[in-house]
């Protein structure tokens, strides 16, 4: 009894974490609750086996992941995607910056334009996106969840941000605010 | 450090994965050249902006109950409504004098006292709030009237609320001793440990990620001054022990004490 309660205890601070996670990577409410909820599950069986002192929260998303990819992806039967990052050359590196006026502007129009370019990203660049920037994990940590080397988890992260870059940008433009500022 | 080396490493600094040397290189950078400082700010306030418009859903309320009721922890139900209600409370009542607290780190007006863990450790005295075991789970007092433990209580109490490893530090050689601790979940700042010493001085000790830590610009100001601070690698990845004192002098002799340059 003291050790359910003391995974409750643990588990719930990061609740809105995994949920979030979870609806980023299967797009549905109710896909996301049962996605987390076979993640508790797991997270309990194995709770005798979590190291003390280990980082908690990158626990339970590296058995979030698994569940998402492992399970998840083949009950919904998602073809998997071609991680291009790995595979296609970079032709165009050049990288538009934002100004914090533009992005202020930006915030301003953005509604629901950053879920949508997200949304469109691979599953596998998404999730190391969403697990970074969101959740703060470190690349050692998204490593370790992913079961990917560090170099596969910057490469993806590149790749994911130079995208919603370009398509934020491109959104920037269209309402006619843009000052663009490439990087190479 | 040139443009374009900062520009390839914004995204390492902004995460946290550059070591201390290469991240103080970009800093100094960021703090010199004034376009690559705005992209950084850019990058910062895109960051924000993706976050707020795509990353900050939080649970429906039924799903704690529904993950209570699985086959797995049917014999743990989560704690009852009313339970849950006071721990809440509880949580609302640390954030708000977190915040106070924060506050007073950030931005003491000239007339307050300097020294904000006695400011801290007074204001504790007299309302019984704040640095309080008896009254939060999160949060440790060392006054007598709510501390029971007589060896590394500060230790045992991060052992027992945390569920990863932080830090605190054993300053006695230097005069100071704990009076509190507590323990922040926000991202930013993990853990915080209050020192004081009987000549009246203070020492306030954060573990903050490194990329906060080497933000460009004063990270703590006290009595609208800033504070002289010390850094120190956590030992933990992507993570800075931050120390503020109230005087150079006292950090000249943290940093003696403990062979910082």
């Known amino acids: ?184 | 450090m040139k443009c374009h080396e900062s520009k390839r490493h914004l995204d390492l600094f902004m995460d946290g994965e550059l070591s201390v040397p290469e991240n103080l290189k970009v800093l100094e950078h960021l703090n010199l050249c004034r376009p690559c400082a705005g992209i950084y700010e850019g990058e910062k306030a895109l960051r924000a902006a993706l976050c707020a418009g795509a990353g900050r859903e939080t649970a429906p309320a039924g799903l704690a109950e529904r993950l209570a009721g699985g086959p797995a922890l049917e014999a743990a139900p989560l704690p009852t409504i009313g339970r849950r209600r006071r721990r809440w409370s509880s949580v609302a009542a640390a954030a708000v004098f977190l915040l106070v607290m924060l506050t007073l780190l950030f931005t003491t007006p000239a007339e307050m006292p300097k020294a904000l863990a006695n400011e801290i450790s007074e204001k504790h005295i007299q309302s019984h709030e704040g640095f309080c075991g008896a009254h939060r789970d999160d949060c440790l007092c060392l006054c007598a009237r709510c501390n029971t433990e007589t060896v590394n209580p500060v230790g045992k109490f991060f052992q027992r609320r945390v569920p990863y490893e932080v830090c605190s530090h054993e300053l006695k050689d230097l005069g100071y001793e704990a009076i509190g601790a507590e323990f922040w979940s926000r991202k930013e700042l993990v853990c915080l440990t209050v020192y004081h010493n009987a000549a009246g001085n203070s020492i306030t000790h954060g573990l903050v990620t490194t990329k906060i830590a080497m933000e460009p610009g004063p990270l703590f100001v006290c009595d609208g001054a800033e504070r002289p601070v010390v850094m120190m690698p956590s030992g933990k990845h992507g993570m800075t022990c931050v120390f503020v004192f109230d005087s150079e002098s006292e950090a000249t002799r943290f940093r003696m004490a403990r062979d910082l340059k």
Request: no cysteine; proline share 4%.
């Open chain 1, 1 to 184: 009894m003291e050790t359910q309660q003391e995974f409750a205890d643990r588990v719930k601070p990061h609740l809105d974490s995994l949920y979030r996670t979870a609806l980023r990577m299967t797009g549905e409410k109710s896909s996301a609750e049962d996605l987390v909820q076979e993640t508790f599950l797991k997270a309990f069986r194995g709770f005798g086996q979590f190291e003390p002192g280990s980082n908690f929260k990158a626990w339970l998303f590296t058995i979030l992941t698994h569940a998402y990819i492992n399970d998840y992806r083949k009950r919904s039967r998602s073809p998997l995607v071609t991680d291009f990052a790995e595979v296609e050359p970079e032709g165009n590196d050049e990288t538009p910056h934002f100004s914090a006026e533009d992005v202020e502007r930006l915030a301003d129009r953005l509604g629901d334009q950053a879920k949508r370019a997200l949304d469109r990203l691979p599953p596998e660049h998404r999730l190391v996106f969403v697990l970074s920037t969101f959740e703060d994990l470190s690349y050692k940590e998204i490593s370790a969840a992913l079961g990917v080397p560090i170099g596969t988890v910057m490469s993806r992260l590149f790749r994911a941000r130079a995208v919603l870059r370009r398509e934020l940008a491109d959104f920037a433009r269209q309402e006619g605010f843009f000052q663009e500022k490439s990087d190479r």
